[in-house]
């Protein structure tokens, strides 16, 4: 596992992702649905986390709770 990656370090590349290839931002909430996807895919694929930060089941999905809440000002706007 890469003890360096925290979540909101991989959440920031996905933002800048978004915007840099795609010219558009995304929702807190599709932001929590990449990370989710994201870190099952690597732990499938390598047998290891893809970052220590615990993943939450919510009302509408799985959300790192770290990432929400630095986050949360954005309410259902784009990032």
Do not use: C
Request: glycine content about 4%; hydrophobic content about 40%; charged content about 20%.
């Amino acid at each position: 596992m890469n003890n360096n990656l925290v979540a909101m370090d991989f959440a920031n590349y996905l933002i800048w992702s978004a915007k840099e290839k795609f010219n558009k931002g995304i929702t807190n909430l599709q932001l929590q649905k990449f990370l989710y996807f994201a870190y099952v895919k690597y732990l499938i694929r390598n047998n290891e986390k893809l970052f220590n930060d615990p993943i939450e089941k919510w009302k509408y999905g799985h959300v790192v709770h770290s990432v929400y809440h630095s986050l949360k000002d954005y309410g259902f706007f784009e990032i």
